[in-house]
């Protein structure tokens, strides 16, 4: 569990986080929602101690953020932002190796190999596991770092707006390997989500913010109304339910 | 794999042109003397050649710049500027010039007392980004080459040519008890350099990704700048300023071969830079016959090879 409680944080004037507290559970799949400017991106790297805090508390496994040790909370945490511009010649393989570091410090054992096998699985790129980074699709390549971050094999897991820039089968690929992840292997995995469609279909627990504030958190069923929505993005609005599925339809 | 071929067809190469170099001309009755005399020569060699192209190869790694040697940061011209200082206060008779392990101790306390001061006022500050450093390289060393050219027009013309030994590079006449001093702390930077290998691979992947798998990337870059610093300022006071030296070394060395892990290219960069500089030696002192500094050739071939890489686009 990891409890985040009065987060703030301000860039020069302006401030993007506003005393947001969330928590966030193992076996859950939690997707923060919420229009650009959200402090959705900012509040996920201070929870992955990617941003200094300026203000509150955090706290991993009922450790303090602080008390940890960086290698250490390395093994139980990962992140992976949004851009990944590696301007060096990777494998698909050698770049999810790199994910077993925090455990074996670049030597890697017959374990760490295992692991790297089955991220390769998990997101179907066995077969491309010896073609270059350059020589792969925008999304073939967001899979490959994806798989780093499962082969780190960490308790949490953030991913800040995994499915940009990707095509509908990739998103969807990614959102059922991070499914299984959470559900199958019991982690954490927190999201920041544009496509409110996908939050609804995979997420387990929302968490919608505006301007920095959290607006409201909880399960799908409890922040996907008509009501929140429209006054979170300040447009209408229309929920149905297809089949098991909530889907939003906002286009005005 | 391609890569062990080349790497062992390196490995046979350095040898044998380090062979050549201690082995010409030997006979039972002159090896005394001559072993004496290369030796400590070949020995510096080695240290510069490993020196340069290990801390250029880690300077590329942490700026995240394949174009850009540690020479940036003005040590050439800071090192210009301490000689001809030493040069105007008290003459090139006096002992700090005249005596070479006295002068070498000056040149490197002081190139890396100043580097520390930089590093610790700039990493002190908030919201710093190496570039910035880098910038201030820039302008500390035109700064320092410009007092340098000035303190050059006010010296006599007859300590002018002392001075001028000392602006180039060369291994013509390196002190041999300095050779053996230095060897430890260049061995003991070089080793803390491949024992940190690994955690300089995960630098590759941009700040976040290290931080993600538990790697203190400014803390590391801090580590690298002062190790960096160390080992330019050393082979610096050793040879002279050799600007080109480890940016063609280490491209040389990532266009041959097509690793990404430290520990080899540290390895094999040392290698090439090894036979370069042997072999270059070698060319002055048998076929110039000692007419040239290696440096010469150095900043030509290196000044070449530069612009070889512009046009190509390659950087």
Known sequence: MITLSKLNKTYGS??????????????????????????????????????????????????????????????????LRQANNVNMRFSVRELV???????????????????????????????????YLDQLSGGQRQMAFIAMVVAQDTEYVFLDEPLNNLDIK???????????????????????????????????????????????QGSVAEVLTEQQMSQIYDIPFAIHDIGDKKVCVYFG | MANRYKFTALLLACCAVVALFIGQGLT?????????????????????????SASSLVFQTITNNRILTPS?????????LIQALLVVLWGTSSVVIAHPIINFLISCAVMTGLALTLFHFYFSRKGNDIFTLLLLGVVLGSVFSSCANFLIMLIDPNEFTTLQAMMFASFNNVNDTLV??????????????????????VLWLGPDNATSLGVNGPKMVKRCMFIITVMVAISTALVGPVLFFGLITVSLTRQVFQWHQHKYLIIA?????????????????????????????????GGTYFLYLLYKNKV
């Open chain 1, 97 to 131: 190796a790199f994910g077993r570091f925090p455990h074996s410090q670049g030597r890697l054992t017959p374990e760490d190999e295992n692991k790297i096998d089955d991220a390769l699985a998990k997101l179907d790129l066995t077969l491309l596991q010896h073609k």
């Open chain 1, 170 to 216: 990739h998103s969807v690929e990614i959102m059922q390997v991070l499914r299984r992840l959470a559900h199958d292997f019991g982690k954490a995995v927190v999201i920041v989500i544009h496509d409110i469609n996908f939050a609804a279909s995979y997420a387990d627990n929302l968490v919608a913010m505006k301007q920095g504030k959290v607006v409201c």
């Open chain 2, 269 to 301: 960069s040392g290698l090439l830079a090894v036979l370069l500089l042997v072999s270059g030696q070698w060319v002055v002192e048998k076929v110039l016959g000692f007419d040239t500094t290696i440096s010469v050739i150095i900043n030509f071939v």
């Open chain 2, 72 to 80: 940036i940061l003005g040590f050439d011209s800071l090192y210009l």
């Open chain 2, 28 to 52: 039972l009755d002159n090896y005394q003397f001559f072993l004496s005399r290369r030796i400590p020569k070949l020995l510096a060699i080695i240290l510069a050649a490993v020196c340069i």
């Open chain 1, 14 to 79: 302006q401030r993007v986080v506003n005393e947001a507290s969330m928590a966030f559970e193992q076996g859950k799949i939690t997707a923060i929602i919420g229009p650009n400017g959200a402090g959705k991106s900012t509040l996920l790297s201070m929870a992955s101690r990617l941003t200094k805090l300026d203000d509150g508390a955090i706290r991993i496994a009922n450790v303090a953020l602080q008390d940890w040790d960086n290698a250490e909370l390395a093994k139980t945490l990962s992140v």
């Open chain 2, 180 to 201: 053996y001093w230095v060897s430890l702390p260049l061995v003991l930077c070089l080793w803390w350099l491949l024992r940190s290998a690994a955690t300089l691979d």
